[in-house]
């Protein structure tokens, strides 16, 4: 897409024709970091709400609390270690960014991708672990279930994100050359003049 405008050339930021690098450098990296942030806080608050609600909520017939099923506690323990590992991901990830080493690269295609990731496994156990109640005001857990889905859509995607970490790790440009268009061959020429005179 081309945009004509005048503009002086103190606005401009960077070269003309510069802005897919810049957007690389420059905004794609905090962009990611960002919005792993949000992942790994609706991670967060997933893990707080079920873990409350478990221990909160009693079990009548056998007066116990949920988290007294040692399912409960389990998928609470793999919920819980899921967000330590993300969190530590994003930790050094943003480590990478503001100290660029060789790597910071694949560290800010994989923050997102493996965030959303996480946020979408954790609030769906939540959801699983405090069953209805989960769809309360009060729990929120709901929301937070909603929530993580829309960074795991937002471009770049993390499909795409995988798909570049992946192109990276095995020595691929992120992007390939757009293909050039061939010159039409002498037989297309011929049966688009036959179709074009009938």
Known sequence: ???????????????AGSGFGLMMSSVLPWFNLGNSAVSIGLSRAAVEAAVRHTVGTRLEHLDQSLSALPTIRAQLAKMSIDLANASAYLDR?????????????LFV????????????????????????????EHLQIDR????ARAGHVMAPTSDVLYEF???AITGRPLFDAPETAAAPSAQTRDTASAGAAA
């Open 109 to 136: 295609l994989g923050s997102k991708a493996s965030s959303n990731d996480a946020a979408l496994r954790i609030t769906d156990a939540a959801m699983r672990v405090c069953g209805g109640a989960a769809f309360s």
């Open 93 to 105: 990830a943003a480590g990478r960014v503001a100290d660029p080493q060789e790597d910071t690269p």
């Open 144 to 147: 937070y279930f909603r929530d």
């Open 165 to 167: 970490y992946g192109r």
């Open 1 to 15: 897409m081309t945009i004509d405008m005048d503009s002086s050339e103190g606005f401009r930021l960077g070269t």
